[in-house]
């Protein structure tokens, strides 16, 4: 990793910290989302960021993948995770809080012990570290926790690449032997806590998309909309709100168009199967030159 990609990862990580900070102070109970998503996209690029994914503005049972879309009167309550990405040339800063929104702090305990949990994962980050020093130091803070709460085990952390937030490397949230090394290369840490079961199902289509293959389109708006994306977002997620203030019409008939053709991919939402509330916290993390920054 020479110097140029690790200043991107650095000042991507200043951003999103700064991004975090601006969030905690502007989100209220009540709030829309849609709202608060205009103003975190404005935040990024004011502060010099591009977007990495949509904001995922996700409240209670939902654990990720809801961004909201023009017109959206979805409110902010009960418990929101805001899970925010940067990119600065493509090189990407991931991270998330989670939010109490209730008047009686119902889900501070939950929040408290996510941020445990980040915060055990974080001291075992090293270099030669194995992806599964992670995990091993989330399931101790869990296994001491007593039955109330569990990690979600089918979501993980993972490596990040330039362009790419997956970048193959999965890092577990629970004990496990993966012994790959996480040497000169960004990651994200990323538990998921819930007073529920543990595991999640996937919902409709949250309004992130990405794209999936090539494929003929018809529609000529279709066909303009598909160019901008290629230009604009090229491997990176993107959302019907951004392709609205860059002036497009009929988006959810073209999107709804290019996903039947398998031409975008739409993710679901990730909703805890027993439908109770979720907290999510992460943090990215950077070893490269055999030092540790986390970036964000």
């Known amino acids: 990793m020479d110097k140029s990609e690790i200043d991107s990862y650095v000042k991507a990580g200043e951003i999103a910290k700064q991004v975090k900070e601006f969030t905690r102070e502007l989100i209220k109970p009540g709030m829309k989302l849609i709202d608060i998503a205009e103003a975190i996209d404005a935040k990024i690029l004011e502060l010099g960021g591009e977007f990495a994914f949509p904001v995922n503005l996700s409240l209670n049972e939902v654990a990720a993948h809801y961004t909201p879309v023009p017109g959206d009167e979805t409110l902010a309550e009960g418990i929101l995770k805001i899970d925010i990405g940067v990119a600065v040339d493509g090189f990407i800063a991931d991270s998330a809080i989670s939010l109490d929104l209730t008047e009686d702090g119902e889900f501070g305990g939950m929040i408290a012990l996510n941020e445990e949990v980040l915060a055990a994962a974080s001291e075992v980050v090293r270099v030669e570290m194995e992806a599964r020093d992670v995990g091993e130091a989330i399931q101790d803070v869990m296994d001491g926790a007593g039955g109330d709460y569990a990690i979600i085990k089918s ?9 790419t937030i997956h970048a193959g490397l999965t890092i577990s949230n629970y004990r496990n032997d993966n012994a ?11 538990p998921f806590v819930t007073s529920g079961v543990g595991d999640i199902f996937e919902g409709k289509g949250g309004g992130i ?3 999936n293959s090539g494929g003929q389109v018809r529609d000529r708006d279709a066909r303009k909309v598909l160019e901008f994306v290629h230009k604009e977002y090229g491997t990176l997620p993107f959302c019907e709100r ?14 709804g168009i290019l996903v039947k053709q398998g031409i975008l991919h739409e993710y679901p939402v990730l909703i805890e199967k027993s439908r109770k ?20």
């Open 242 to 255: 951004w392709l609205a203030k860059a002036g497009f019409g009929r988006l959810k008939f073209i999107l």
């Open 209 to 211: 998309y990405v794209l």
């Open 155 to 163: 979501l993980s952390g993972h490596a990040l690449g330039q362009g």
């Open 180 to 190: 790959a090394k996480l040497d000169d290369s960004a990651f994200a840490i990323e």
């Open 277 to 296: 509330p979720v907290s999510q916290v992460e943090n990215t993390f950077l070893i490269s030159d055999g030092k540790v920054t986390q970036t964000t």
